[in-house]
């Protein structure tokens, strides 16, 4: 594939302006505070665009577009528990969570329950979590690369990690906030922009053409195309189809025209598939094949209503334990403000989630030659080239691919901010050079990760992420905040359980040795290992009655009373070796309320 | 709560004679609740009493709305999978699902995180107001 001078144009203003702002909100970082929690002096507006730029990732930017051109809209309950999770958040921990004063979530285990020894089993599942996160944002900026210049996988991959690791070294918290309050106004037009235009421009189209995504038939090429298959495929072929392949196709070698009869084939990788304009389109087994079937509800996998539980529910709970997003829930001047933002989240989420959708939709009539490679996730990157010839197309494609980096951007400084934050108070004494050390370490490492583990869909690699949130942290927040009963054993209990189970269930799943009905079971755990882990936790505090704090109700009411009361305190702050941190509170004053 | 004028206007119940404190600007809130915090941190009878009222009335606030949120969401797809004609069903030309989940959902979620906050802020007020008063 040629490079796309105009997208990669796009891609380096982006990390250009990202370095650029990153630099200059840095400017103001010192204390370590600065460094972890912006000194809590950021206000709703701003934090909760900070806290959409970095939620909506790879996952959102193009996963989501790529899973409804493959599933239909059963992929719509992705964005829908994305942004339900925020809800539950809101109902069970923003205000409440922001008052414990905790720098980290490891931090406010402790506060709540005392014991040095949660924490650290804290801090391994905020550090598991982030980089099972992070993984998948990496290789989603190496397919986005090399979809658009051809540069093998690894690059993208790698320019993330250097441009996060430098932003996140530079500034902390501070610089990251404005950077990712910038990339959610950027990802939102980077999405809306091309989708107005291709809109407009599909509504000239004729209505037949239109009207095929209705169609009892497969989606058709419209105009000659080439697949190349980049792994290997098994093709779902309904009508006998005729095609010239190059490479191993069902197990023999092909070079010239193919007869397809209906029912499976397999295309081994690195064959190349040549369609003329107005056949059918083989779809990846697995997914509706028909457009009618596409259009409809419940129309893919062994246990579907089960699985849409599932999914649900990993979702809405998965993101009240993702550490990079509760750290930006720290940020906040106080609980208010904390609740403030949560509900701006979710009308900014609502607002963006509208493009991914209909961005998919359009896939379906005009790239449907990636339902042949299994590559769903070039949908957006593809689809304004697609469909307009010319500088149009190139400028659109630019736009897009720049939002696509914007959000591997965001994302993964989150997380690294996150993760940085905890090894740096945890493993290490918590001075601002422990913290650039940790920020690098908390890069690199899923960075090799990457290079080295296969691809998955991105949207189900990040609900794999958010399947062992769901099961770990959730529990013990919803717990620790609601429940005088919960003990440090009984936390520590349902960590291990609830995550540990989680992470088991998804292994097999995500590697495809299972059955379909285990797949199905095991692929979306959170419907049962999140009970699980509630019920260990439960059962164990119950059972270790003498190891409830002391000082439950002091604890309790600090988190619930209001912030005028002023009771909410910041955590030790003697722990980060500099007692200065409170003072930048009185300067920068245009976030105080 | 920064502006005095909006704190009067939230409080229109105050009986006549009750005096009402006015705060024109708010400094770092601390002297003014040393003493009732006392009471309250102390774990007193009182005290005790009505930071667990809170804490229950916020926990069956969200407790309430969440059930809502879930009973609403979970009879989506099981309504697709009991009435399959209600997948294919559409209104001005978009199919019934799409509209439902990929438009209809989000005001739906923002007009309950949006009572929530009013509720929740309203217990706080109340259990601030018998605290400082």
């Given amino acids: ?593 | 709560m920064t502006d005095p004028l909006a704190m009067l206007q939230q409080t229109p119940q105050a009986k006549p004679g009750k005096r009402v404190r006015i705060v024109l600007a708010e400094q770092r809130r601390t002297r003014r609740v040393v003493r009732t915090l006392a009471e309250v941190e102390g774990q007193t009878g009182v005290g005790e009493v009505l930071v667990r009222q809170l804490i229950r009335a916020q926990l069956l606030l969200a407790l309430r709305l969440g059930l809502l949120t879930v009973a609403v969401l979970f009879a989506i797809p099981l309504a697709f999978a009991l009435v399959p004609s209600l997948g294919t069903a559409s209104i001005v030309g978009l199919r019934l699902p799409w509209l439902l989940l990929g438009l209809g959902v989000y005001p739906f979620l923002l007009a309950v995180a949006w009572s929530y906050n009013r509720t929740a802020e309203r217990n706080e007020q109340d259990f601030a107001e018998m605290v400082e008063s």
Wanted: contains cysteine.
């Fill in chain 1, 1 to 593: 594939m040629e490079t796309d001078l105009w997208a990669v144009t796009g891609i380096l203003l982006v990390a250009a302006l990202t370095v650029l702002i990153g630099t200059f909100g840095g400017r103001m970082s010192r204390y370590t505070s600065d460094f972890l929690v912006a000194s809590r002096t950021v206000g709703p507006r701003w934090n909760a665009a900070a806290i959409s730029g970095e939620y909506l990732s790879a996952a959102s930017f193009l996963g989501i577009a790529g899973l409804i051109l493959k599933e239909g809209p059963d992929a719509l309950w992705y964005p829908v528990g994305f942004t339900v999770g925020f809800l539950a958040l809101l109902l069970f921990v923003a205000a409440p969570l922001r008052r414990s004063g905790a720098y980290t979530l490891p931090d406010f285990a402790e506060a709540r329950l005392g014991s040095v020894r949660l924490r650290r089993v804290a801090t391994i599942f905020v550090i598991i979590i982030g980089w099972l996160y992070l993984v998948p944002q990496l290789q989603g900026a190496g397919l986005t690369l090399s979809t658009v210049t051809g540069y093998p996988l690894w690059v993208g991959a790698a320019v993330v990690a250097v441009i996060v690791i430098f932003n996140v070294v530079s500034g902390g918290m501070r610089s990251i906030t404005f950077v990712q309050a910038f990339q959610y106004w950027l990802k939102l037009s980077a999405l809306a922009v091309p989708v107005f235009v291709l809109l407009i421009y599909q509504a000239g189209e004729d209505a037949e053409f239109r009207d095929s995504l209705g169609a009892q038939a497969p989606p058709f090429f419209t105009t000659d195309t080439t697949v190349d298959v980049e792994t290997d495929v098994v093709l779902q072929v309904e009508s006998p189809m005729l095609l010239e392949a190059t490479g191993t196709v069902d197990g023999l070698a092909a070079d010239g025209p193919v007869y397809w009869a209906p029912g499976r084939h397999q295309v081994a990788e690195g064959a190349e598939l040549r369609f003329s304009a107005g056949s059918r389109v083989p779809v990846v087994a697995g997914a509706p094949v028909d457009n009618e079937d596409w259009l409809q509800p419940l129309s893919s996998g062994a246990m579907p209503l089960f699985a849409t539980y599932s999914l649900i529910v990993g979702l809405a709970l998965g993101t009240m334990g993702l550490p990079h997003v509760l750290v930006r829930f720290y940020t906040n001047p106080d609980g208010r403000a904390a609740r403030a933002t949560t509900v701006v989240v979710l009308g900014l989420l609502g607002l963006f989630y509208v493009f991914p959708t209909i961005s998919g939709v359009l896939a379906r009539l005009y790239v449907p030659k990636l339902l042949v490679s299994g590559n769903t996730d070039a949908a957006v990157l593809l689809l304004p080239g697609q469909v307009l010839s010319g500088w149009p197309g190139h400028l659109l494609g630019a736009v897009v691919a720049g939002g696509a980096f914007a959000a591997f951007l965001s994302t993964a400084s989150g997380l690294v901010v996150s993760i940085a934050g905890v090894l740096s108070t945890d493993a290490l004494p918590g001075r601002v050079s422990d913290f650039r050390l940790a920020a690098v370490v908390a890069g690199m490492i899923p960075l090799a990760f990457a290079l080295a583990a296969s691809e998955l869909d991105l949207s189900q690699s990040v609900g794999l992420a958010f399947a062992v949130a769901a099961s770990s942290f959730c529990p013990l927040l919803v717990l620790g905040i609601w429940w005088r009963g919960l003990t440090d054993t009984g936390a520590a209990a349902g960590l291990v359980v609830g995550g540990g189970l989680s992470f088991a269930a998804v292994l097999p799943a995500a590697l495809g040795v299972v059955s379909p009905f285990w797949e199905a079971l095991l692929a979306q755990p959170a419907a049962y290992t999140v009970p699980i882990a509630f019920l260990t936790m439960v059962l164990v505090s119950r059972a270790t009655p003498e190891r409830v704090p002391a000082d439950v109700s002091r604890i309790l009411l600090r988190l619930h009373a209001p912030d005028r009361l002023g009771l909410s305190q910041d955590r030790g702050v003697a722990r980060f070796g500099m007692t200065t941190v409170a003072l930048p509170r009185t300067k920068g004053g245009r976030h105080r309320r």
